[in-house]
């Protein structure tokens, strides 16, 4: 019996769309070579000793001992204000969500927040950019994480403002997982003297999203990208982020805060991001872990 018409024109349509997320999976390869780092924080601290303030230290750049090894490297030429630290060991939130991070900490970790930590990198070249987010909780179990953003510019010039809720994220925005925008909260002021900042969080057993950085052992992630903008070589890009989080060592979950060149037609890396996140949403049953003891 031949198919129906119904079912051969289902068939086409997936295996169009099979083609077409392959073609933007690669694309989105072929992107990730242009990547430049411009933040990373973890909670893992194997090795660590507590710092000045009593916390236990994370660091960034990155750092073999302290930092989770499977996420890549600060790139060269971005500086970072504080340069290293420890989590505060103090309350942070809630956020819209209702999620609070620290003081409790987990294993031993203080948790609580970095802080805000300010990023610079003067783009060597013209082009067109997108800035990734992702907040990842490496393993089922212990702790959760989130990742805030804030005071984007350009040469000092404010580029994408946020605004407190009800507000919604800047035109040309998207994201996977968990995230939206909050005005102040305890221990976490918007940064700048602005009125809000973006958020993404992530807790355990939320296996909707695949972390896109730390591949090896990656279990759930949350994921905000900017709207596309174009800058010219010798503009410096700046902004602020703060990794909150309730987790500890040895469970490496993760901030990290990416700048993507994008070739011109934008449109096709935008899609294949959108694409990459979407996929680690369909297959959330096919990599879960098993929990730790």
């Not at 750049?61 to 970072?80: E, F, H, R, Y």
């Not at 013209?126 to 805030?148: K, R």
């Not at 807790?203 to 909707?208: E, F, R």
Request: charged share 10%; glycine share 12%; hydrophobic share 40%.
């Amino acid at each position: 019996m031949r198919p129906s018409l119904k079912w051969r024109g289902w068939k086409q349509w997936l295996l169009i769309g099979v083609a077409a997320c392959v073609s933007m999976h690669f694309a989105g390869r072929r992107a990730a070579a242009d990547l430049t780092i411009l933040f990373t924080a973890s909670t893992d601290y194997t090795g660590a000793v507590p710092n000045a303030s009593g916390t236990y230290g994370y660091s960034y750049p990155n750092d073999p001992i302290n930092q989770n090894p499977n996420i890549p490297a600060i790139s060269p030429g971005v500086t970072l204000s504080p340069g290293s630290g420890g989590f505060d060991g103090n309350f942070v939130g809630p956020l819209p969500d209702g999620s609070t991070y620290g003081p409790f900490g987990y294993n031993g970790n203080a948790g609580g927040s970095t802080g805000w930590v300010t990023m610079s990198y003067t783009l060597p070249t013209s082009g067109s950019f997108q800035l990734v987010w992702e907040v990842a909780n490496v393993i089922n179990c212990a702790g959760s994480d989130a990742l805030a953003t804030d005071n984007i510019r350009i040469n000092g010039n404010l580029i994408f403002p946020f605004q407190p809720p009800p507000g919604t994220l800047p035109a040309g925005f998207t994201g996977v997982g968990n995230y939206g925008t909050s005005g102040a909260v305890a221990d976490l002021a918007p940064s700048g003297g602005e009125k809000a900042f973006a958020w993404m969080d992530v807790a355990p057993n939320s296996m909707n999203v695949s972390p896109i950085f730390d591949t090896v052992d990656g279990y759930s992630a949350s994921r905000l990208y900017s709207a596309v903008f174009s800058a010219s070589a010798d503009e410096t890009i700046t902004l602020d982020a703060a990794f909150l989080t309730n987790d500890g060592s040895p469970y490496p979950d993760y901030g990290i805060v990416a700048l993507q060149s994008v070739p011109e037609p934008s449109s096709l890396i935008v899609a294949a991001l959108g694409a990459i996140g979407m996929a680690g949403y369909a297959l959330r049953r096919h990599l879960a872990r098993a929990g730790c003891s």
